[in-house]
């Protein structure tokens, strides 16, 4: 419809969601646990990262077991975690036929959230007149290049009611011609740009993996791998092995998608 979207290459990946277990797989084990003392542990049965480490190093460590040993699955061991105090989880996974008091929990990393989305102001304004975007189909800046645990829920209240004060404000559209859709995307098969989203816009990523998005027939991937491209660096969740530093000369510096794609800055 027109809207500005920005930072489209920054996902955040969860480095614990149970894999390879019948109705858990992708259920995602907080980190919490690891903050009660649960432990990570690869194919050799050795601990390899610090559990406490910021959640994209963890995850990224857990990316580079399974591609050094071609398992599957890490292993969470939360043996010594007072159960008592996550009953949600240990409920499912005693469900699915996992005693956490007992038996290590195979986990690998799963997408999580998106940083970027539509670009908005700080009353969660779009570019759109009478459009505004609240939450993770939003992107508000709050959330920079790597969310915070739990800080989505801020981001629902502060910005739901900025959005509900502002849009009550808003004066009529008399007259206005709305703007004009584009066409809707042909359908496609989703599992092939799935696939290529994860093989070429994972964890990390290169320049090599992301142009070839830009051949897929879905255009949300084709933006995602456009967005990846520009931001030649690493940044929380945007991880590229052809430019692993981060550059300060892009501080504050968002990924914003037109007509053409490009950085801005946000003050």
Request: charged fraction near 20%; charge should be negative.
């Amino acid at each position: 419809a027109g809207a500005a979207l920005a930072d489209l290459e920054l996902v955040q990946f969860h480095p614990t969601a149970i894999a390879g277990v019948g109705g858990a797989d992708g259920f995602l084990v907080t980190e919490a646990i690891r903050g009660e003392g649960a432990t990570l542990h690869g194919a050799d049965g050795e601990r390899f990262v610090d559990e406490l480490a910021p959640r994209d190093e963890v995850a990224r460590a857990v990316f580079n077991q399974l591609i050094q040993t071609g398992a599957p699955a890490v292993e969470l061991d939360m043996t010594g975690v007072d159960a008592a105090l996550f009953p949600n989880i240990v409920a499912k996974l005693m469900q699915v036929g996992i005693d956490p008091g007992r038996q290590r929990i195979p986990v690998s990393p799963a997408a999580h959230y998106m940083m970027g989305g539509i670009a908005t102001e700080l009353d969660a304004r779009s570019t759109l007149p009478s459009l505004f975007a609240v939450g993770e189909c939003a992107c508000t800046g709050l959330h920079g290049a790597n969310r915070l645990a739990s800080n989505s829920l801020s981001e629902c209240f502060v910005y739901g009611a900025r959005a509900a004060r502002a849009a009550l404000e808003e004066p009529p559209l008399l007259g206005h011609e709305p703007a004009r859709a584009a066409e809707p995307p042909p359908r496609v098969d989703l599992q092939p740009s799935r696939e290529a989203l994860w093989r070429h816009a994972g964890l990390e990523r290169d320049a090599e993996g992301l142009g070839a998005l830009l051949q897929d027939p879905h255009p949300l991937v084709r933006l995602v791998g456009a967005c990846g491209l520009i931001r030649e660096e690493t940044r929380g969740a945007h991880a590229r092995r052809d430019f692993p530093s981060t550059d300060p000369g892009l501080d504050l510096h968002h990924v914003v998608a037109r007509a053409d794609t490009r950085f801005q800055r946000w003050s």
